[in-house]
Each structure stands twice: as C-alpha cells, then as structure tokens.
C-alpha cells in the first residue's frame, strides 16, 4: 500500500500505542502523520490490550522487533515490570507511557510530564522559573507533570487536590526537587489569587460535562495563565472563564501533541514534525 511519501515494504519498522479502551486514540493518525512526513519507513497502530494479555503482548514485542510503544490507560504502572530498564523520570513518576526496543532490550519512558512542559513553554508561557504554580488534582497524570515542572525551578507548586490526602503523598514525594504544598479544596481560591500559573489536571470540564469548572470565575489574576490538560472541549469552561478575565490561556491538545514528539524521537532520533502532527489531530477533531 502506498500513500504520498509512504511506502509499506519488508522494511517497514512496526510501532503502535495500547490499552483498553484504544479505538478512541489519535495516537495513530498522529505518528503515521509523523513518518509521512520525515520519511520514515514506519506504520503505527492501535492494539486492544487487556490486563491479562498484557505479558503475551510484551512476548509479541520481543517477537516481533515492535520498536516502539505508546502505553495509556489501564497499563502505564503495570508495564512498568516487563521493563528491561526504566527511565529515572518514570521511575519518579512511577508510571510508562512510552517503550523504546533496543534489539530486544526495552526501556521504559514517562514522555507526559516533559510533554506537558513543552508545550507550555511553547505555547504559553517560556520562563517557568520563579512562577508561582497551582496544580488541581493528584492523580497520575498530576504527578508526571509535578514532577517535570519541579525541574523547572518554579518559585513554588502548591497541589491543591478534593482528596487532601493524595495531594499531600504528591507533594512529599518530590519534596526534595522544589518548594511543594498541598491545600484543601477550601484553600484553593486563596492560593490561585496569587498564583503566576494554574493547571487543572483533574477531568472536570471534560465532554460530556462541559459546564463544570474547577474554579470559580475571577479566582485567577489578570496576567496569568490558565492551563487545562483536557483537550475535549479544546477550550473548556476554566479556560473560557480564564480568558473573559483577562488571563492567557494553554488547552491540553498541546500536550498530547508533544507527548508524542519525544516519543518520536526516541525512537526515531529525528526532530518531530509538530507543526504536521498538530494539523492532522486537529483536523480529527473538528
Ligand atoms: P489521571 O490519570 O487523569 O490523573 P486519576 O489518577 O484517576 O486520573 O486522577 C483523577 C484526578 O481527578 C484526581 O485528582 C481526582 O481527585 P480525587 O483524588 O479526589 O479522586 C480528580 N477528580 C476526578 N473527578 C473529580 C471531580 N468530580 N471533582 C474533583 N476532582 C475530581
């Protein structure tokens, strides 16, 4: 089969993304996009995986020279074990969502967290250093992108979490990287008032439930930057109210799309073609 630029021939290097549920993912659009357009002789698919075919799926790997895999929800700590080596960023996070396959020896990488941080640097807010940071929610995709902003010399994160207790494990586990604090819900109003940056992390304001925000409109000042990972709405209700007050605004496709890059180049050692693989999620997504 040939498309323009990409030929599938006994050459071509398998890729794909698991997990369960996968057929909603645009992971493949997204990558094969990516090998179109640097040329690489590559295909990326989508695998439904169970929990309890998650072993024979590694086995399929090593068989087969897959040489690069995207994991996501429910396998990203599971993984973790089939594992020939991991990443010191994943280990931190505890969780992989990408595998490079070295001729047979796999290592695990965490690419959300550094994803998030590129993207927001680039599309919203380049110092990081010395800002102020209010995270809502402590859940994993919370603790990745904790744990790559603490990289960043922010003045402080402040995890702000409706369960105080997982926000309060979050912040003691990367204590030693930044100046982290966990509040209450109740204290979230008074730590976004002077906060430079926050992000919610958590799925309220996701399709279907768009009406829902995880602050209340005036919360934020004028010149910060309002952050959703969510990118179903592209722009939701915390980022519509956020900008009617005057913030700067950073939607979670972003994300997404630079998780990916460093997954491409990984694997790849190629520069990943962001601008092409933003086009084609986005035109998915319309
Ligand atoms: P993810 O990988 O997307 O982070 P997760 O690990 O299940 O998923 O974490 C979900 C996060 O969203 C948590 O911070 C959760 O808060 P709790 O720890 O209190 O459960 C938060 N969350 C989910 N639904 C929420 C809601 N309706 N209101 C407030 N927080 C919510």
Redesign the pocket.
């Known amino acids: 089969e040939e498309t323009a630029g990409h030929r599938i021939d006994s050459h071509t290097v398998l890729y794909g993304v698991i997990g369960d549920p996968i057929r909603h993912s645009k992971s493949p659009i997204m990558m094969n996009r990516a090998f179109r357009e640097t040329g690489v002789n590559g295909v990326y698919a989508a695998y439904h995986i169970t929990s309890d075919k998650l072993a024979d799926f590694i086995g399929g790997v090593r068989a087969m020279g897959i040489r690069g895999v995207n994991v996501t929800i429910p396998h990203k700590l599971d993984i973790m074990k089939h594992m020939d080596a991991i990443d010191p960023g994943a280990e931190a996070i505890g969780a992989v969502n990408t595998i490079v396959n070295d001729n047979g020896r796999l290592t695990g990488y965490n690419t959300d967290g550094i994803g998030y941080v590129r993207s927001l640097k680039e599309e919203a807010e380049p110092a990081i250093a010395g800002k102020r940071i209010v995270v809502i929610?402590?859940?994993?995709?919370?603790r990745g992108i904790v744990y790559a902003l603490a990289g960043e010399k922010p003045a402080s994160i402040t995890i702000a979490?409706?369960?105080e207790d997982?926000a309060r494990e979050l912040a003691q586990s990367f204590s030693s990287l930044a100046e982290l604090r966990a509040v209450t819900y109740d204290g979230l109003q008074e730590a976004c008032r002077d906060a430079d940056i926050v992000i919610n992390?958590?799925?309220?304001g996701m399709h279907p439930h768009t009406d829902a925000s995880?602050v209340e409109a005036g919360w934020l000042k004028q010149d910060a930057v309002a952050s959703d990972l969510i990118y179903n709405p592209l722009k939701t209700k915390f980022l519509q109210q956020a900008e009617q007050a005057g913030c700067r605004i950073h939607g979670g496709l972003g994300m997404f799309i630079y998780q990916g890059a460093y997954a491409f180049e990984y694997w790849t050692g190629q520069t990943a073609p962001v601008a092409a693989m933003r086009e084609t999620v986005l035109a998915s997504l319309i």
């Open positions: 929610g402590a859940g994993g995709a919370s979490n409706r369960t997982r992390t958590t799925s309220v995880p």
